[in-house]
């Protein structure tokens, strides 16, 4: 390793996919070295993740697919690495997850959508609904739609946004609908209607790339924290 690579932060990359890729290329820009890479081929049954390979590495970011985020977290907790989860669909099992965090002391971040653009967008959706959420004539609906591959619908944060909009006080039905198709990044849509009106807010992804620099920027910020956070409740400390 050079000397440059060495004053990195030594970096674990879990499912090493189209997101797994683009963490190894854009990682050097938030400070880390992506020195082990995991996929279906080398963590069969978890068999990737040992002390061995974990030596040294003091963040991991798992991109891999619901069905195996608990057993990565219980294996790589242990080992005293902290965790960005980036993978969606797996909230049910939140509870096992945040026990082997605290059995094991060690500091995780996860989240609907790392996205710095949808950061932004709950925060519109969140001052949409405080302002409507006494108009009575206002009737609301959630829509999103994605590439044919995403495992869950409706996504994570299509259910983040239904969950922002009734803690903001609207509290009467929201119409929410999915779409799976073709290779669309992911598009969400929030709207209001009225027999006078219509108000939409949408929020459209080009590429997976803030996605990525979402889940790095989380990964610089747990380094050396302790506790279990979900992404867009520390944002705001992130920026």
Known sequence: MSEPEAA???LAIVGYGKMGRLIEELAPEFGFAPVLKLDEFNNVDGEGITAEN????????DFSIPSVVTG???RIAPLGVNIVIGTTGWLEQLPAVRAAVERAKIGLVYGAN??????????????????????????????????KMKKDAPSGTLLRLVQAMEESGYRRKIDTASNRAGAIPGRHEIGFDSEADTIQLTHTARSRVGFARGALRAARWIVGRK?????SSIWDQMR
């Open 114 to 147: 790392f996205s710095v653009g949808v950061q932004a967008f709950y925060r519109i959706v969140e001052t949409a609904a405080k302002t409507l959420a006494a108009e009575q004539d206002y009737d609301a609906w959630a829509y999103e739609i994605h590439h």
């Open 54 to 61: 974990f030596r040294g590495i003091e963040a991991a970011i």
């Open 8 to 10: 990195l932060t030594k």
């Open 227 to 231: 506790g279990m956070y979900e992404f």
């Open 72 to 74: 990565n977290v219980e």
